[in-house]
């Protein structure tokens, strides 16, 4: 009797062994998604930043500053004062809010945009994607090791692709709005600039 009790013990045991060596393969492949998912993330991120801020900015600045310079009238256009105002809409868009940084909560999914700017959008996808690269790489050592609440893995494997998700999210709306800024930028600039380099002529012939 005792021989038996120790074989049902003993095959018991292998079960829930096996069954944990398959929970395991099953958490380590989720987390080799989610880093590949974050690889993926990374290659989008560097064909899609936006290195030319600053000239965008020095070409404004300039553009602005020959309107001023140059301009006069007796009469207030209102047409102009759109394009203004519609350019400096841009520029706001473009270039990040001083101070306002990513303000993310570590205990939940959401991630929020501090600005709706191209700058911050870049940083807070950047961002995330590198804190979320070294979470799962804590996650993956504990689940190898057999460390912490092993019951909870499950759990924590969806948060982090609940996070995953979002990142994606993140970095398509800043893809998009990335595209339909420029676009913006570079038809307003294109017509500003032309009128005050001619201004700039007549004013000096």
Do not use: W
């Amino acid at each position: 009797m005792k021989k038996i009790s120790v074989l049902v013990l003993l095959i018991t045991a292998l079960i829930f062994a096996a069954c944990g060596d398959l929970d395991k393969a099953k958490h380590l492949k989720a987390i080799a998604q989610m880093e590949k998912s974050l690889d993926s993330m990374d290659i989008v991120l560097k064909e899609n930043r936006l290195d030319t801020l600053a000239g965008i900015q020095i070409a404004a600045n300039s553009l602005i500053s020959r309107i001023k310079t140059y301009y006069s009238s007796d009469t207030i256009d209102v047409e102009l004062g759109k394009k203004m105002d519609q350019f400096k809409r841009i520029m706001r868009a473009i270039k990040p809010k001083k101070g306002r940084l990513q303000n993310g909560n570590r205990d939940t999914t959401v991630i929020v945009m501090a600005d709706r700017s191209i700058g911050n959008g870049f940083s807070v996808v950047h961002t995330g994607v590198k804190e979320e690269r070294l979470t799962l790489s804590v996650l993956k050592k504990d689940i190898e090791n057999g460390n912490g609440r092993r019951d909870k893995y499950a759990e924590y494997i969806k948060f982090e692709q609940d996070k995953v998700h979002q990142l994606q999210v993140l970095l398509k709306a800043y893809i998009e709005h990335k595209n339909v800024t420029i676009k913006e930028f570079n038809e307003i600039y294109a017509e500003l600039n032309a009128f005050s380099l001619e201004l700039m002529k007549r004013k000096k012939s």
